[in-house]
């Protein structure tokens, strides 16, 4: 059988770096495919060659056989190749209807035809279980609407190779189900399919045929049921993650924080909390019950009411910078948006809350020197100082955004999903941070959607509901099962904080 | 990276370009006199154009710098007219008035700054109407005429256009001076990084504990205190403002710190490109005036040709660094 798109010992250099090395991969018609690796690996440069969006340095691209070399994205997809993004590629002011037909309109002579473009982007709709109307404008959905519009539009394009990155990554679980059974269907209804997902019982769950990047280079490929989950992670990242979390046990007595009838009006009701110095502090909870906006009020990022005693004495804090005064840090959820200026060198990022430390002359050679050490501290690849914070890749940007926060050497630090996006390599290197920073003596509050990681971090959770705190679980009585309770609110056999 | 220092160099090719055609179309050009003329006229939309490099820098916008410079120039003029029968014809009573025009540049421009920052209305809106008010009071001021500096103090006052150091006059000098401290604050100090970041991504600096509304703010008032500035040297050249003074000088200076690189959409501010801008811009001019190519009255028409082509080059070379 001839493969439908195919990269034959593919290389590709930026610059004097190469960043694929020889990469061969066949997706075959009616199969799911699954790349998976670490960040950085070449996931993404590879979506990007088969996509046209790149071009090869070395090797070529193969579409039924033959040569192809596709000069754009459009050029690849009017050869049936289509590719959803993982930043959506969506006009936040035209309809879900008029997205989908964006560049194709459906016509009646000169006339846009509104009605037939709705009619069928409501079938297109339908077919994928969601209740969105087509003559919503796409700014007024959520996150996850916006992925399945995006779903429906490459559906509308009728392609013969559909490559996904991270397709559930802001899917909730209702609607992973709706895409995965789109996915079923696809793949009998003859498509090649290529995704790319850090969820590894997704590709279990999917992929027909597993191939595994490191570095590059293809190190391992399997067909369905030859690789569990744990030897994915193990082939990622080339060694057993055995003990993925660190130990914990490095609390103190000392109070750094405390909390106390905290509300964010409409949003965060009556909080309360304290934090000790060396504890890691959890904040678990639904999306939307409030934690982000209980994190943003006590780092001044939100107006609040509410008493806030740090190292001891109770201060307002109205500001972000009232906060970095009382040593209290805030590390965002949304790195691209709020963490980094994606636009400038990293040297300027990671000191752009500490400029204070460099002097009223900035001090570049201390600059460098700052970022040389944060660079071998925090472990951040970069090909070089010099380039843009939004070339690197997401578990980099993680760490840059890290040793950032770090950089003022506050004492509380807020962090807020430390892992978004991240391979599980990356991640196991953050939780080493975190549990670092409890060591060192600081307090700090993880916030985390993933359940596994805020209890292996934590001393301590705290569990939140509708914007109230609805419990704490500590120690041994930490688990999966008292956390969803509260989350929930079915009422916990936990004593309440 | 070679192609990108062609980008960066390209304002002051064009620069040079323009100094070699003027010295070669007319030898009386390259005349110290000519010179001096083109440079202390540059001065004024200079000092403006470089705290609107700050201001533009930071995501902002001043539309009102123009009729502020007039309206500066008549409250000063009447306070010296009406100090001097009091405090004297002499250098306390000029000082007094150079004192108003600073002041209230700087009160004026962090009027503009404290509606952007703290009643969140949209710079363009805000300096829109700031533009629209200050125009009207000198007319008014003015009665619809003009405001004449006292005689005596006009002969006194004058030296601080014409005079100087040889044909170096003072607004070249403080031009030169202004420039220099621009550049440097923009590049060197915490000040410049912030005003740069909050053009980048302002919630990114809000996120990192920057002060953004203050940041913001300063950038206005330090532009007012620069439009202050240039109206100190202003008034000595004419000795008197009306409602037609400072007309499309904020057209000018934005245009001044387009041409020279920085970003229209902030985050990038480049304070000597902005100088050269303002070379380009007067040397165009001056040359249209020397020979007889081109009809001066064509003049508007070659600056809108420049400032069109300065952002086209802009976006070629946001394309290759992508790539």
Known sequence: MTAVLALDAVTKSFGPVEVLHGVDLALNAGEVHALIGENGAGKSTIMKILGGYLAPTGGQVLLDGRPAAFRSGPDAEAAGIVVIHQEFNLVPDLTVAGNIFLGRELTRGLRLDHAAMRAAAGELLARLDTAIRPDALIRDLSVPDRQMVEIAKALSRRARVLIMDEPSAALTHREVEALYAQVDRLRAEGVALLFCSHRLDEVARLADRVTVLRDGAVVRRALRGELTEDGMATAMVGRELSDIFPPKDTATAEELLRVEALSVPGIVHDAALTLRRGEVLGIAGLVGSGRTELAEAIAGLRPATGRISARGRETPIRTPQDAAAHGIAYLTEDRKEAGLLLDKPLAENLTLSALDRLGFRIDRANESRLMAQATRDFDIRAASPAMPAGALSGGNQQKLLLAKTMLPEPEIVLIDEPTRGIDVGTKQQIYRFVRELARAGKGVVVISSELPEVMGLSDRILVMRQGRIAGEVAGEAITEEAIVRLAMGLGAEVESA | ?323
Do not use: C
Request: proline share 3%; no cysteine.
């Open chain 2, 1 to 323: 990276m070679k192609r990108i220092d062609l980008h960066l160099l390209g304002p002051l090719i064009a620069l040079v370009g323009l100094f070699i055609l003027g010295a070669l179309l007319n030898p009386a050009f390259l005349a110290p006199a000519n010179l001096s003329n083109v440079l202390a006229r540059s001065a004024f939309i200079g000092l403006i154009a470089v705290g609107m490099t700050f201001v533009i820098t930071q995501g902002g916008l001043d539309l009102s710098v123009g009729s502020m410079a007039a309206f500066l120039a008549g409250i000063a003029i009447m306070a010296m007219n009406a100090l001097a029968p009091i405090t004297g014809v002499n250098w306390g009573t000029v000082l007094l008035g150079m004192g108003v025009a600073l002041v209230g540049g700087l009160l004026a421009g962090a009027v503009n700054g404290a509606l952007v920052t703290k009643a969140r209305i949209e710079p363009f809106i805000v300096t829109l109407g700031t533009m629209g008010i200050f125009r009207s009071l000198v007319t008014w001021l003015a009665d619809g005429g003009t405001l004449s500096l006292d005689s005596g103090l006009r002969a006194l006052y004058r030296p601080v256009y014409f005079g100087g150091i040889g044909w170096i006059t003072w607004p070249i000098i403080v031009f030169a001076i202004v420039a220099v401290i621009g550049e440097w604050t923009m590049r060197h100090t915490r000040f410049g990084r912030h005003v740069e970041a909050i053009g980048s991504n302002d919630r990114v600096a809000r996120y990192s504990a920057v002060d953004v509304e203050r940041v913001r703010l300063l950038t206005y008032a330090l532009l007012g205190a620069l439009v202050g500035l240039a109206t100190i040297l202003y008034v000595p050249r004419l000795g008197s403002a009306s409602g037609s003074t400072g007309v499309l000088w904020e057209l000018e200076a934005i245009a001044a710190v387009i041409i020279g690189g920085t970003a229209l959409k902030g985050g990038r501010g480049r304070v000597w490109g902005t100088v050269v801008g303002v070379l380009i811009l007067s040397l165009i001019d001056n040359i249209l005036n020397l020979t007889d190519l081109v009809s001066p009255y064509l003049n508007g028409a070659i600056q809108g040709v420049i400032i069109v082509l300065a952002v086209v080059l802009q976006r070629e070379k946001r394309t290759a660094d992508e790539r």
